[in-house]
């Protein structure tokens, strides 16, 4: 009887001791929280948990020395960070950061990177000059995820999850199915292409959401007047780095509804503000080839594909556009009023035949 029971008492043991072992295994092999930097054919098809938390872990548990900041949001985090050729750039851009966010972003990566990038390429969005009430739990939220990745037994806490089990197995399924968005371990993300049917569908659900009385950003938006404030910090605050702040573009149909909802003043004080502070801004939101073949460029109304990123790469840098191009435009305080008169104009027609009705109703 007292054999049975000691060789209970191990094998149960055993089997405690196994477990955690299986688990932190996988999670580590798989390491979906981006913990590591382990890398392998299996774990290229990451699942997005949090965006804010997963490049806050990359930043935190890499070697980071890098030359360029990317900061912005979804629309920005699309574009490829290796297509700046010749510059080490990393993209901090995460879904949904607010105005007020970026700061602690580019500060805390500025630590990491332990001393001031080059270059700092803003993203900057129409909806985010917008009057906001931003939650408390959002403002700290950047704070929260910087001081929890620097905890001493963060590491330990996420392999040993059976949360990170669930991301890290759906991260294998992915490998299996190879989703149609992912980031693979660089910090890239990959996007397939939508069939036109799919995308008629996606595109006439986000512009019934945008002309909706309760959802909508544009029929609820109010100018921030802080706005130019906020960016002028960000300039105060890095000295050393050159900032180029730009302008993702969206479908051509969204230009449609900035004059259906009568945003077109605010549209330019916007623009206003930005030149203002940096003297210069390069613009891609607004009709153009690009904009115009949405359903070729875009994956839904203000996503463009990551070959439209790369695009914005070369405009920005690798080939500085000095004026206009078939894609975006280079604006300044000097040449304002006469691309002001242009854009009004290319805005004013932009009528789609496919969404127009939608967006009138």
């Known amino acids: 009887?007292?054999?049975?029971?000691?060789?209970?008492?191990?094998?149960?043991?055993?089997?405690?001791?196994?477990?955690?072992?299986?688990?932190?295994?996988?999670?580590?092999?798989m390491d979906p929280l981006l913990c590591f930097s382990i890398s392998h054919a299996y774990n290229q098809y990451q699942v997005e948990i949090d965006e804010r938390k997963q490049k806050t872990n990359y930043i935190t548990f890499r070697g980071f020395n890098y030359r360029g900041l990317l900061i912005g949001s979804s629309r920005c985090a699309f574009i490829p960070q290796d297509s700046f050729k010749g510059l080490p750039v990393y993209n901090y851009s995460v879904n949904g950061i607010r105005i007020e966010e970026i700061s602690p972003f580019i500060n805390y990566a500025k630590k990491r990177n332990g001393r001031d990038f080059d270059y700092i390429f803003l993203g900057l969005d129409f909806e985010n000059a917008s009057l906001f009430d931003v939650h408390p739990m959002i403002k700290s939220m950047t704070e929260k995820n910087i001081k929890e990745s620097n905890s001493i037994f963060y590491r330990i806490k996420t392999v040993l999850s059976i949360d990170t089990v669930r991301y890290a197995y759906k991260n294998l399924q992915n490998f299996r199915k190879k989703p149609w968005r992912y980031y693979d371990r660089n910090n890239i993300q990959h996007v397939k292409k939508h069939t036109r049917e799919e995308l008629i569908e996606i595109y006439t659900m986000n512009f019934k959401q945008y002309m909706d009385k309760k959802q909508s950003p544009y029929l609820k938006f109010v100018y921030n007047s802080n706005y130019r404030a906020i960016l002028e910090q960000y300039k105060k605050e890095n000295p050393r780095s050159t900032i180029v702040p730009f302008i993702a573009p969206t479908a051509t149909p969204f230009m449609e509804m900035i004059v259906n909802c009568g945003l077109v003043d605010d549209y330019f004080r916007w623009l206003s503000d930005i030149l203002d502070v940096f003297g210069s801004i390069y613009l891609f939101m607004y009709p153009n080839e690009v904009t115009n073949d949405y359903f070729n460029n875009f994956f839904d109304p203000i996503h463009a594909y990551p070959s439209v990123g790369a695009m914005m790469a070369d405009a920005v840098y690798n080939n500085k556009i000095r004026g206009d191009s078939k894609f975006g435009m280079l604006i300044t305080r000097s040449n304002f009023k006469e691309k002001r008169a242009l854009l009004e104009r290319l805005i004013k027609n932009a009528h789609d035949a496919q969404f127009g009705p939608l967006i009138r109703n």
């Not at 008492?9 to 295994?25: H, M, N, R, W």
């Open 1 to 29: 009887m007292e054999t049975i029971k000691k060789y209970w008492l191990i094998k149960t043991g055993l089997i405690a001791l196994i477990i955690p072992l299986l688990v932190s295994g996988f999670n580590y092999i």
